[in-house]
């Protein structure tokens, strides 16, 4: 069973990892998992009392984040957090050491003007030390010597042990200057996500008996009647039964304009209804509609993490402790070869412990990711962990699936070719057999034949994934399917050029109806950016040579396969990581049931939107509003966010590098040791944060 924690006032993301590590720990959890972006602790306990659980996850908390409330999720009410007790005390404490220091070297320049400074220091230092005092000494009590909070306090007592005054009081000041910043950067991240997650529809008027009632989405049944008013959220899926409206549909697809939706045309739970009031018939409970599976995905999308993620996690939990250790080892060993002057080393030892704190490097990196990811989202593209994030910019070829990726997948009949029955009854036989199905071209037979199938004929009707159907009708064995269907039933054909249906009754053939598609709007387009990056594009169909080498050139596509069957599709795509070189990845682009398996075989499956619900569901990303040329959006988001991840990464170690290095030789002080550790923390989540802007 799921435990869900949220630790307010959390914004460490080295805190986080010690405590999803402490949490695990726990005899009475097998697992962890902590979303820092959402401040989300979720716990896996099979068989934990729920008041036990909590008591134990608030003392592990406790132990490491003395300050930080632990609340079950489902008791949490978002509150703004507000940072005016913090600005206060911080100018009280900035105009108390101006005062110190104006005193001391231009008023009173003498023993009077050195005890007044000294009042107004040690005011200014308990304004910004007496919470991190707290803090640490917490900690400390707990074991938990490798924090932040510790190592300030440690280096601003040595510095007023040293007699540094005015330093002891700047590196708190500043310290407490940098923690501001940063809080507020970190919940302006959350607040940009947090966006997207309002975008949850909350109620629902729901026609009961004649009147509407507000219920939550989660307790409409498929194929209720509801009502949404002008500004209102869809909160489900549907089709309009009346009533005409604009929707805004922005947040579930990136799309800015609104679109025009009446009588008959379908609606998803998550967009804004501008103009007037329409009533729906509900197509899908609250937990398949798209925007709950979005929702799903981005809360959780933080905790699939990527290599370098990974990598920091686990460089940080041994850096801290050998650091220290370090620190220690500069203040005791070189006073002694240096004529035993322990104050100056001591001095360098409390700097140098201060300038290595990695919290620029364990939050910046996840920062990094998780503001792509939201990026992504607002583009229309949703991400489902920060792993397939990054690894879209390292795509070597891209294969796509092309009835309803690459093609409208809305099919005319073009020709029909009867043999030995009229067109009508070829029509007639392909539509009651194709009537059961969902795929475009079975659509469009029952469309053509434009009468009622009448189902009672039929007595088995069994669709083939990747071939057709086979049922009997009238008592006759009827197949409607490609020509591989017949062929393999031992029955030849006249193949047509094009996407054609071919049928048989009792093993005889009776001709075929072809159809004609057209290409999506930015198909073209999409394929020729991928080329321009390198990345070779291939098309994978079950439509004959002749169809998918015409759609391949119309495209520029650098080859198609054709007559595919699902396993046929898997292996193709197993072939194509095997060519490709060391380090590069393999997309695969779908939308139907038969897409999944190899949706989940590529490195990274990609699903429209618009496709079925099992590809969706199989998918590591998805294009909301089915357009193609989204995928170039991820490709570049992901590059930029790699880019940016690598900036902050190296930009934190060259400046921690040559600050140790200044300060063991004496050319750097506290004031750059704490610009060391916040103001390339929060450098670095600012650079994360431009992400986030178009």
Not at 123 to 134: G, K, P
Not at 447 to 473: F, N, S, W
Request: glycine letters at 8%.
């Amino acid at each position: 069973m799921e435990y869900k924690y949220i630790l307010e006032g959390l914004d460490c993301a080295n805190c986080a990892e010690k405590i999803r590590a402490a949490a695990e720990k726990d005899a009475l959890v097998k697992s962890a998992a902590m979303n820092f972006m959402s401040k989300e602790l979720t716990l896996t306990a099979p068989r934990a009392d729920a008041d036990e659980l909590f008591s134990r996850v608030e003392r592990t908390v406790k132990a490491i984040e003395p300050d930080v409330r632990v609340i079950p999720k489902s008791d949490y009410t978002e509150e703004n957090e507000s940072h005016t007790a913090d600005i206060i005390k911080i100018i009280a404490a900035g105009v108390l050491f101006a005062a110190g220091l104006v005193t001391e070297h231009l008023i009173l320049n003498n023993n009077a003007g050195h005890i007044a400074a000294l009042i107004c220091y040690l005011l200014a230092y308990i304004l910004t030390a007496a919470e991190v005092a707290i803090t640490a000494i917490k900690s400390i009590i707990r074991l938990n010597f490798f924090n932040e909070n510790t190592l300030m306090l440690i280096a601003s007592i040595g510095a007023i042990a040293l007699g540094e005054y005015e330093e002891a009081v700047a590196v708190m000041l500043f310290y407490s200057i940098g923690e501001l910043f940063e809080s507020i950067a970190v919940n302006r991240s959350r607040r940009s996500i947090n966006a997207l997650i309002k975008t949850r529809p909350e109620e629902a008027e729901l026609l009961s008996d004649g009147e509407y009632i507000t219920l939550p989405p989660e307790q409409v049944p498929t194929g209720s009647v509801i009502r949404v008013r002008a500004g209102e959220k869809v909160p489900l899926d549907g089709v309009i039964i009346s009533g005409a409206t604009s929707l805004d549909t922005s947040a579930l697809t990136g799309e800015s304009l609104p679109r025009d939706a009446g009588e008959n045309d379908e609606v998803k739970a998550g967009s804004i209804n501008l103009s007037g009031t329409i009533t729906v018939r509900t197509t899908a409970e609250f937990c398949d509609t798209a925007v709950y599976k979005m929702l799903e995905s981005v809360e959780h999308a933080a905790e699939k993490k990527t290599r370098t993620e990974n990598f920091i996690t686990v460089f940080a939990k041994y850096y801290t402790p050998a650091v220290v250790l370090l620190a220690v080892l500069v203040a005791l060993i070189p006073p002694l070869f240096t004529g035993y002057d322990f104050a100056t080393w001591i001095q360098r030892g409390l700097i140098f412990l201060v300038i290595s704190c990695p919290c620029a490097l364990v939050i910046s990196v996840p920062m990094g990711y998780f503001a792509g990811i939201g990026r992504a989202s607002r583009e229309g593209v949703l991400v489902k962990g920060s792993n397939y994030l990054e690894a879209f910019a390292k795509a070597g070829a891209v294969l796509f699936d092309k009835t309803g990726t690459l093609t409208e997948g809305r099919f005319k009949v073009s020709e029909v070719y009867p043999v030995g029955v009229s067109r009508e009854q070829l029509l007639e036989i392909c539509a009651h057999a194709e009537s059961s199905s969902n795929h475009p071209i079975a659509l469009s037979v029952v469309e053509e034949y434009g009468g009622a199938a009448d189902v009672t004929r039929m007595t088995l009707c069994e669709e083939l994934a990747g071939k057709g159907i086979h049922a009997i009708t009238d008592g006759k064995d009827v197949l409607c399917g490609n020509a591989k269907l017949l062929s393999d039933n031992g029955i030849s054909v006249q193949k047509q050029d094009g996407t054609a249906l071919y049928a048989a009754i009792d093993g005889k053939y009776i001709g075929c109806i072809c159809f004609s598609d057209t290409l999506k709007s930015g198909a073209k387009e999409t394929i020729a950016e991928l080329k321009r990056r390198n990345i070779k594009t291939y098309i994978l169909t079950g439509d004959n040579e002749t169809a998918a080498k015409a759609a391949a050139s119309e495209l520029g596509a650098d080859g198609c396969y054709y007559e595919l069957m699902p396993d046929d599709k898997r292996q193709i795509t197993e072939q194509t990581k095997s060519e490709l070189k060391k380090g590069k990845r393999v997309i695969f682009v779908g939308d139907g049931i038969n897409d999944a398996p190899v949706i989940a075989q590529a490195d990274i499956g990609v699903a429209m939107g618009a496709g079925s619900d099992s590809a969706i569901e199989t998918a590591d990303a998805v294009l909301m509003n089915g357009d193609p040329k989204k995928l170039i959006s991820a490709v570049d988001i992901s590059a930029k966010t790699n880019l940016t991840v690598m900036e902050n990464i190296v930009f934190a170690l060259a400046v921690k590098l040559i600050l140790q290095v200044l300060g063991l030789v004496g050319l750097a002080n506290m004031w750059a040791a704490v610009f060391a550790d916040v103001g390339v923390t929060l450098l670095a989540i600012l650079n994360s944060l431009r992400l986030l802007k178009r």
